[in-house]
Each structure stands twice: as C-alpha cells, then as structure tokens.
C-alpha cells in the first residue's frame, strides 16, 4: 500500500500549486538543495524579470520559498534551524529591498533627511523583535518591528522637492514600508506587520528619535519590555547609529548587578498571558491545546532562557544572545542549567516548533491550536511523522509536563510555598519572641531576641519598600530554625553569633532587593549562608562586603570542582575586551571573578574538603593568573607602548612566592624587565604603576590584592623596576643577607617568560653561594631580633607567628640552611616549600631527621590554626600556648641547636 503524499496535508500548498501548474517544477527545482543557501537577490530578479514591481515580486517570492519549506520540511529534508533560518532571512530581506526602495522614493521627492547635530544623512533603523530578531520566525508569523532614526532635523530640500522634518520624513517611510509588506494583494502578503512593541504602543508615534527612545526606556520602560528589547536586531540603519541603539538598550535591558527581581516580573507577566489564554478557551473552546503560550508552551521554554539573560547579561555579555536555542546550550555550557535539562528543553522546543509549523502549514495562518475535531489532528499527527492521534496527544503531554516542571522549578513562588515553624514570630517584641527563641534551642535567646528586635526596628530596614520588608521578615522567620538547627549539628559557634552575623549581612543588603529576591526565590541559599556564618565569621563578613557571591551559592558544584584556572583566564579575559576602554569596569570584573573563585575556594574549605597545602596551593595559583591577566590589561591600558607584549616580569617574593597564600594575604612582589628601547624604562615604570593602581585601587567591588614592593632593589629608595642585568649585579654584589633569605622563597609568577627563566638562574646562583658560617648566623640572628623588637607580644598567649618558637622560626631555620649548605647541596634552592626543605635537610644530615619531622609538622599544625583563627574574623593568630607546647619545645630546640 502507498503511503499517503504529506505534501497533500498542506492546503496552502496545494492551493498555491493548483493556481498555476508550472509551479510544481519551479519549487522542485529550488528544493533541490537547503533554502537558506540559496541568493535571495538571484531569486528576486527572476521574479522581477518580467517586469512585475517590487511589492508584487516579494509576494511570489514569499509564496514560493514558504511553499518550498513546506516541501522539504514535510519531506524529511530540512530540519528546524533550515525553517527558521529560512523565514528570518526572507523577512530580514523584504524588510530591506522594501526599505531602500520607499526610502529612494521619498528622498527624490523631498531631499534626504539630514541630522540638526551631525549634519550627516540619516537613515532609518528598523529594528527586528521577537523571534525575528532572534533568528527564529515562524513560517506564517506576523513580524515585529519598530522604527526608530538617529536625530532630528529636516530634509535638504532641492528646486522642485517639498521639505520635512526628519520626523515626517520617517513616518512617512514607515507607513510606506508597512503598506510594502503587509498589504493583501492577489498574490497575498509577504509578511503581517505588528508595531505594539514600540515606545507607548499604538497610542505613541509610528517612528521615535534615538534621544526619544532613551527617554522612555528611563522614564517609563517596563518590566515587560526589557524582554521584548533584549531581541531587538537592526535590519537597516549605519553601524554608527545601531552601536548608538545599542549603548541606549543594553543599560535598560541588563543590568550591572544580578538582578534576582526579574523572575518576580516574568511571574507576573507569565500570569497574565496565562490568564487571557484561559479567557479565549472559555470563550473558543476550540483555541485549547496552545502550543505558544498554553502551560508548558513554547514560551514558557523561552522564559526560562530569558530570565538568565535578564539577570547575568549585564555581567556576561555572552548571556546577550537573542535566540532561544543558543542562550539554552550557552546556559549548558556555563553550568546554568544542567546539561541534561538543558538537551530536554531543546527537544521540547524542536517539537513544539516543528508542531506549531504544521498547524500553520495548513492554510498559511497564524495559528498555535491544536484543531477541534479528530481527522484534523490525526492529519496533523501524520504530518509529525507519528501513527495516530494518541501518539501525538502522548508526545505533546510529555513535552509540555516536562516543560511545566522546569519552569516551575524557578518560577513558582517560593515565598507561598515556604514552611517555617518560626512563621509567627514577633519582631516587635523582644520577650516574647525570646520565648520562641528558646523554644527553638537558642542559646542566650534573651540577648539574640533584643539583637533581633533592635536590628528590625533600626531606621535603614524600616525606611525599605513595604514589599521588601514583608520578604525581609519572611527570610528572617525561615532563618531562626535553620539557625537553630546548624547550631545543634555543629559546635563551632552559637545560635546567637551566626543570628547576629545573619542580621549585619541583612542590614547590608536591606537596600538591595534583588539580593532579597535571590534568597526568596531560591531558599535553600538561604540555607548554605547560614551554614558558612555559622562556620566562620570572616566568611559572613566577606559576604556582607560583597553580597553578588550569593550568586555562587545557587550551584552545589560550588563544593566540588577544582578551579580550572585556564577556563577561567579565558573567560576573564573576554569579559576584559569586552569593557575594552572602560577601565573602571576592567577593574571590577577582574575584582569579581577573584571574590567569585575565592568564595568557591572557601566554600570547599568550610566544607572540609581542602587540607591548608591544598587551599594555599590554588590561592597562589589564583593569584598568579590574576597578576598575568593584570599585566596584560594594564599594558594594554598605555598608549605609546613600543611592542605588542612586554618584555616584563613580575617576580612574587613571601607568601605568593612560598605558595603559601591565604584568604587575605598582600602580595611581596618586584618587578623586571629586559628590553633595550630607548623608552623602555619609562615606560615599564608606568607599567609597573598602572599594575599597581589597578591592583589597589578601592572600586565598588573592592580591591584585588594589596601590593608591597619593599622587596626591590634597594627597597623604598630604588627603583619601582629594573633591568634583569641590574637586578643580578645588585644581588651578586649589594644586596644584604635577610634579601637572599627572601630570594630563597622567590619565584616567576608572571609576564615574559624568558626573563622569568633569567630570574631563576640568578636566583639559583646567589643562592649557591659560598658564605662564612659564622657571618651568616649572626646577620639571621640580627634579623630575627629586629622582627622581635618591632612585634613585641606582651600578653600571656601565644603568638603563632611572631613569638619565639613560632612560624617565622621555622622560616629563618629554612632560610639559613638553605644560604647555608646550598652551595653543597644544590637541590636546596628548590622553592618546594617549608616543610619540604625541613624533610630535605633532615634526610641530607644537616640536621636530625626526627627533629626536622617534628618542626615540619610544627609550621603544619601552626599553619592550620592560625588558619583557622582567621576564619573567625580575628588578625592577630593568638592562642593558649599549652595548646601548642609541643610545636614549640621541637622549634627551640632546633634553634638552639644552629644558632646557640
């Protein structure tokens, strides 16, 4: 038995064919190969050849390649993307043959239209919404278009031509260009025109001046239309004006901050479309089943993309993509949703789009419907390719459930379906709610009541919008119990401290409501916050000083994955050429990516997850990229530079150097360069500044690193750079003992790589050299009692760094062995660390290897308290000394034994 023709299924298309029979070979022809390939002027002009006018020839042409798609599409030979591509092209094409005539015709008759300002010509930018504008328009859909021209003036009017404002002129074209496209003619239209997304809708005027444009979107600019912008694309206009557009759009559309409020917004609006799609199926019962914008629809996929470009695309400029498809795999791609989430939403979208393109190839008609009766959905069944009526009925339930789940999943409202045992607490009286406290497991509920109740009533939260107040005291009832909860898990702190640290991060951000918004929207952040203030103050105040980290607590991968530094230069650097001339933002984004890796770091480490080596290992290295990436952005940043990459190194001395980086360490370090220009020296010198600047320089996301040069040649008094040539003179011939010892944990952290090569065979020479034992001992001695005097410890604990068997006993014990015995034993100069270089010299004999185990676990055990003091929020590392008594005894033994 044959199988039925799918192309008869298709009224329109039959329709078209019988209406002229030569057509049949005409469109085989053209589906020979993919539409979207083919020249679209080619086809045009042999539209045209006969000498049919423009308006009639675009209509054939449209009549043709529609049909053509239809052939290939319910054939099995195009897929979605050839569909799409195909009907955008087209629109993108009429809009432009239309464009360019109606404009020549009004120019000859009135002058071309010419700026006040620019005194330029100016042209108008028709600018593609909606799907169009994403690259995605349906094959019998309406285009959405708005107009909009650069400046005001008025036509340069010639003998013969009567004058018009700029405006007219415009208005004029635009209804013009309207009349081209979507006048119904014998031969049809070509595309139906819908201008209700511009400024005021239909009650604004058909066109608006760019300075017009930017007054509404200020002033008066919707919710809703900064999704409907997101999609705006110029189909016509100069690049000049369109970057213009651009600058004007971008701010209104993304924001600089993550804007947690948006999914509110699209709740609303989604709520709405909701409700008038239920209205016209009471009133046509026969409109059910919308695959558009019916629940799990379409839409709702688009939503779901949309939303993440509304609240990160003003911090990732990839996120600004206008198609639905490639924002969900980029949302893959950057860890967003996850990827199997996100292939099923791409399935869904594909049959939805693919169903809904049947339904339309019917008869050529806007619909979105399922039809009523039963042979008109089986009919539209065998068009899907599936054997009966159920089978689609089954795959579209399947789609639309899934769809439904995921966008409830981010878009139900949480703040309905949260359930808190603390819902009634009393904020405005302290004894009562010092009760509840108690009841809940509070320790000191009395003072952690009136801490709460003081923090309620202090001026800056009452002063907040009413609706942030109510989701302010709705996060604070779901706090308390989670709160109590950690505290009976965990006996690092009380219930009362993490409430007070919950309550400073609160006042903190009580202004900002997309912060609020996040946590409502996605409680169980709420919940890991409380987890990290619980465990840590200096966490709680770092997330108070930079609150959009609570970003990074969306994604439970936060505690899992090792930082892959290569990924993030990469993706850093983007956003850094990106901002390329806007320095103040180059400096906040590399401010944010660093608060960002340093919160995940953090949240491993609070999780127990990073042994003290392991955090100190990817803090250096963290700090190194950023040192490379600041060099070159800095670099970049000067305007005379004589090569495209400097001939410059920094070298990192200290911490950074011994790879032993904290959370808040400054960075020791000097800088070289090797080059022979004339206007070398200065011009490293400024880039040796301008790093600096950049580094320090307080923005509104902070600092990167505090930097200390004292290191350098000379110190203070020497220069901020130097040759690698000088470098080596001054420490083979001037520089004093405590300058080698620092040289023994200095490294090549970044910038030109030969010259770090350089550095370390200086560094490896000086090391090795031959020194009188005697000399040696009594400049580190001398050394060590300066440090002594100048950090005296005049109460009863013990300092972990500075006292007398502490950290830097054990550094000047490593610094001295190494000077010592290098020139013997070469492998010494390796910068492999403390605790290595105490293993080395205890298995070399140079001194008792049980004893060099045991100051090697001293600086181990110091390291890791004076850690974890740290994380209390404390500076000075201080601790009862019977805690560490045996650390200490090794330590000053094994002073004693070199040194006295």
Known sequence: MTAPDPLLASR?????????????????????????????????AAEQAGGLPLPRALRRLRNLLICGLIRRDLLGQADLDEVLATTTALADFAIARSYASAYAELAATHGLPTGHESGSVQELLVLAMGKQGGGELNVSSDIDLIFVYPEDGDTAAGPGQRGLSNHEFFT????????????????GYVFRVDMALRPNGASGPLVASLAMVEEYLIVQGREWERYAWLKARAVTGKPIDIAALDAIVRPFCFRRYLDFGVIESIRTMHAQIRAEVKRQERLHPERSNNVKLGRGGIREIEFLAQVFQLIRGGRDPALRERSTRRTLVLLGEKGLLAPEVVERLLEAYRFLRNLEHRLQYRDDAQTHSLPPSADEQAIVAAMMGLPDTESLLARLEAARSYVAAQFDAIFADKAEDSDSSADDADLASSETLAIQLAGLGFDQPAEAAQ????????????AMPEASRQRLQSLINQALPLIAA?????????????????????????????????LTEYPHTLERVIAMMHASAWAATFLSQHPILLDELLDARVRQAAPDLGAFAAEVQGQLD???????????????????QLFRLLAQDLAGELSIERLAD???????????LVVRAAWRSIPKRHREEPRFAVIAYGKLGGKELGYVSDLDVIFLYDDDDQDAPALYARLAQRFITWMTCPTSAGILFDIDTALRPDGASGMLVSTVASFEKYQQQSAWVWEHQALTRARFCAGDSAIGAR????????????????????????????????????????????????????????????????????????NAGNIALLHACGEL???????????????RAYRKLQHAVRLQGQDAARIDPDQVIKHTDAVRLLWQILFE
């Open 486 to 518: 950690r505290a009976r898990q965990s006996h690092l702190g009380s219930a009362a401290a993490t409430l007070g640290r919950l309550l400073d991060f609160f006042e903190s951000i009580a202004r900002r409501a997309a912060y609020l918004s996040l």
């Open 12 to 44: 329109f298309y039959q329709r078209w064919l019988a209406a002229d029979p030569a057509r049949a070979d005409q469109v085989a022809t053209l589906c020979e190969r993919p539409l979207h390939t083919h020249d679209l002027d080619a086809l045009l």
């Open 845 to 859: 004999g140079l001194i008792d290897a049980t004893l060099a185990r045991s100051v090697a676990d001293a600086y």
């Open 618 to 628: 990817h803090l250096s290295a963290l700090a190194d990229t950023l040192v490379a």
């Open 578 to 596: 990106g901002a390329d001339g806007d320095t103040e933002r180059q400096m906040d984004i590399l401010r944010e990516a660093h608060h960002a």
């Open 172 to 187: 004029r074209l635009g209804k013009r260009l309207i009349a081209a496209l979507s006048e119904i003619t014998e031969d």
């Open 759 to 830: 550095f370390e065979q200086i560094r490896d020479s000086v090391l090795r050299q031959v020194r009188e034992p005697a000399a040696l001992r009594d400049a580190v001695l001398s050394m060590r009692q300066k440090m002594h005097d100048a950090q005296p410890n005049r109460g009863a604990q013990f300092d972990l760094k500075q006292d007398a068997g502490g950290m830097i006993d054990i550094e000047f014990i490593v610094q001295y062995l190494v000077l010592r015995y290098a020139s013997t034993y070469p492998q010494l100069t390796a």
């Open 451 to 462: 801490r709460l109740v003081a923090s309620w009533q202090a001026p800056r939260l009452q």
